[in-house]
């Protein structure tokens, strides 16, 4: 292989974003303390490709359950000053696991409850250390640019499974980019798998990185010198299979139980780049060029002041979301009407494109987005640069449901989507991808 031929500037870095204090965690609200320790330590991880006189590109993976969008912003807006890398050319990937601290305005009514000043205080501190490692990253990456070799390939895994309906449609494929420099050393690999980072369930209040971080690591202990990035599809009505089997009686057992299983998937994950390295994978020669829209999507109708005074009443999850609701009305401020959504896109020439798709988009979309545009040349990816819900297709928003509208009492939004939301994303990622990419 003639590892001059195509080049590509890449260049890699990855920076420790586990915090050195206890913290709250994010992912379950039943959780109400803050973190008992380390199991695993977490990453932020970069990669840009593309020389300065073609504007590089930088993608920021994150071992978090999900990135606020004004951080995502922040960031990009920091990197852009110090660089000039437009806004269309940096992305941040988060690979949700539920095993990582809380951040400021990420999933803000996830406990129902008001969370005691001085844990909002350590919240606040990661969120801005967080902003500090991520543009540290994306630096890091430009910097560290050389010639490398650019190639793509799609595998295969089934550990996904979808949690709504037994034998629900689920995405098993796992695209993987790899970079090797012109010495042959792989230098990267970047692989994505649509499905919940939730194997640990909950059971435990330690930092880890959930089947996602065990995949990092065996990759990089299998080909020692290459840094492993993990990013999410659409995964956001999927789960880890193991979290659907039998589990011990003890508590402390089943804990263990879990942790074997989110090892065993990143295992799993990591067997399946091993045997992409190995076999024909489709090289890359063109720097990708980002495009970037933000397209509104309408909530529906908002309950009224008497419908808000009755769920307050009613307590619980349902009763802390509309006492939120109803005291910003009381202050005199307007309630949300739509939500401001991020699409990204990245084309590498004709020969791949890249999909970005933010926050908890259920499988339909990438399922939709690969029969109209050329599958073979696509890679569908979410839980990307925001996190503000669960973004339903026109069939699970009807269904209902957690992902089709309940899960927005965690999240913030006065209510669920209004019908209509699935086609004007897809319709965004038709504005953004070139005509050659459709079918």
Not at 14 to 19: A, E, F, G, K, S
Not at 46 to 65: D, F, K, M, Y
Not at 159 to 165: D, L, S, V
């Amino acid at each position: 292989m003639n590892h001059k031929h195509n080049t590509l500037e890449v260049g890699v870095a990855q920076v420790d974003i586990t915090p050195d204090y206890p913290i709250r965690l994010s992912g379950y609200g039943s959780r109400r303390t803050e973190s008992e320790g380390i199991i695993q330590r977490i990453w932020a991880k970069a990669l840009a490709i593309g020389s300065e006189t073609e504007e590089p590109v930088v993608v920021v993976t994150v071992e978090n359950c999900g990135l606020p969008d004004e951080l995502t912003e922040e960031i990009a807006h920091r990197v852009k000053q110090k660089t000039g890398l437009s806004r269309a050319h940096f992305v941040a990937c988060f690979t949700h696991t539920h095993s990582a601290p809380c951040l400021t305005n990420a999933a803000p009514f996830l406990f129902s409850s008001d969370i005691p000043p001085e844990q909002q205080e350590k919240i606040y501190r990661y969120t801005r250390q967080l902003g500090d490692w991520l543009e540290e990253a994306a630096l890091e990456a430009l910097t560290n640019r050389e010639p490398c070799q650019v190639q793509w390939s799609i595998g295969e895994l089934d550990f996904a499974k979808n949690r709504r309906t037994q034998g629900g449609p689920a995405e098993h494929s796992l695209p993987m980019l790899q970079v090797t420099g012109e010495d042959g050393a792989l230098r990267a690999v970047w692989a994505s798998y649509a499905c919940h980072c939730t194997t640990l369930a909950g059971t435990d209040n330690h930092i880890c990185g959930d089947w996602a971080g065990y995949a990092q690591e065996a990759i990089q202990e299998t080909n020692p010198g290459t840094t492993a990035l993990i990013s999410i599809g659409c995964g956001a009505d999927a789960n880890p299979a193991s979290r659907m089997m039998p589990m011990p009686d003890r508590q402390q057992e089943v804990f263990q139980t879990r942790l074997a299983y989110a090892k065993e998937h990143g295992e799993a994950l990591a067997q399946e780049v091993q045997r992409l390295l190995a076999s024909n994978a489709t090289p890359l020669s063109q720097t990708p060029t980002g495009s970037f829209e933000r397209v509104n999507l309408p909530f529906d109708t908002l309950p009224t002041p008497d419908e808000w005074k009755a769920r307050v009443a009613a307590g619980g999850a349902v009763g802390y979301h509309a006492q939120k609701h109803l005291e910003r009305l009381q202050r005199g401020e307007p309630l949300q009407t739509e939500l401001s959504y991020p699409v990204q896109t990245w084309t590498f020439g004709d020969e791949l494109a890249i999909v970005f798709l933010a926050s908890e988009v259920v499988v339909d979309y990438s399922l939709r987005l690969k029969h109209e545009f050329d599958a073979a040349r696509l890679w569908v990816g979410a839980y990307a640069n925001a996190f503000p819900g669960y973004i339903p297709s026109e069939r699970v928003l009807a269904e209902g449901g957690y992902e089709g509208g309940d899960a927005m009492l965690y999240f913030g939004p006065p209510t669920r989507f209004a019908p209509g939301v699935e086609q004007l994303v897809v319709d965004a990622v038709h504005r953004l991808l070139p005509a050659e990419f459709l079918q």
